[in-house]
């Protein structure tokens, strides 16, 4: 019989194993901070409009400027109230300070009616359905004249019955004649 030679595999000891699944897991987390880092960046440079693709140039330059936001609960009391505000519609815009601010004194009550040049500048609104708790004017963009109201909101399972959701930006007038919500399309007068 042969004499039995010692393995040149390496069987590894407990203290060996954990030593080099802690090196494999520091190597882990190493390359899980680098990806998480560059993915983050990258997010910041879309947040700051530093986007990569040339489309969202054209975007950028459509982006109507957003002065002033608001948004909370408008009562649905005072829907039948207000059909010269596009109250049927899923929203519109106040061109005057006296339609404005009978709004304000329902949407904001209590509160000082911000003041605003309509001469200069428009205030579009967008409403949600009754599933939603809050809406808020994501952008404004205007294209061959129409500034186009793009928002979101968060929806609820337990729905208001008192109110609806609203969210209202300030935005310039120059060069708008119609606004458009979802697929609404309202002139400006």
């Known amino acids: 019989m ?14 060996e194993s954990r030593r080099v699944r802690g090196v494999n897991m520091k190597k882990a987390l190493f390359l899980t901070f680098l990806f998480l880092s560059a993915i983050s960046f990258s997010s910041e440079a879309g947040v700051k409009g530093q ?7 054209a975007e950028n330059r459509d982006a109507l400027p957003i002065v002033s936001r608001w948004n ?18 899923h929203g519109g815009y106040f061109g005057d300070e006296m339609a404005f601010a009978s709004f304000w004194k329902d949407f904001k009550p209590g509160t000082a009616v911000p003041q605003i040049n309509f ?8 409403r949600g359905d009754a599933s939603y708790s809050q809406m808020f004017i994501a952008k404004v963009t205007l294209k061959q004249n129409t500034a186009e109201v793009v928002a ?19 935005i310039p007038r120059a060069g708008v ?13």
Not at 51 to 57: A, G, H, I, P, Q
Not at 119 to 126: K, T
Not at 179 to 188: D, K, M, N, P
């Open 2 to 15: 042969g004499k039995i030679e010692p393995s040149s595999n390496r069987c590894l000891d407990f203290s």
């Open 51 to 57: 986007k990569l693709d040339s489309n969202s140039s």
């Open 72 to 89: 909370g609960g408008y009562p649905i009391a005072q829907l039948d109230q207000s059909k010269e505000r596009h109250a049927q519609l």
């Open 119 to 126: 001469s200069e500048h428009l205030v579009v609104f967008v």
């Open 152 to 170: 979101a909101g968060n929806r609820s399972n337990s729905t208001s019955e008192d109110s609806l959701a609203m969210a209202l930006a300030v």
């Open 177 to 189: 004649k119609f606004i458009r919500v979802g697929g609404e399309q309202i002139a400006v007068e």
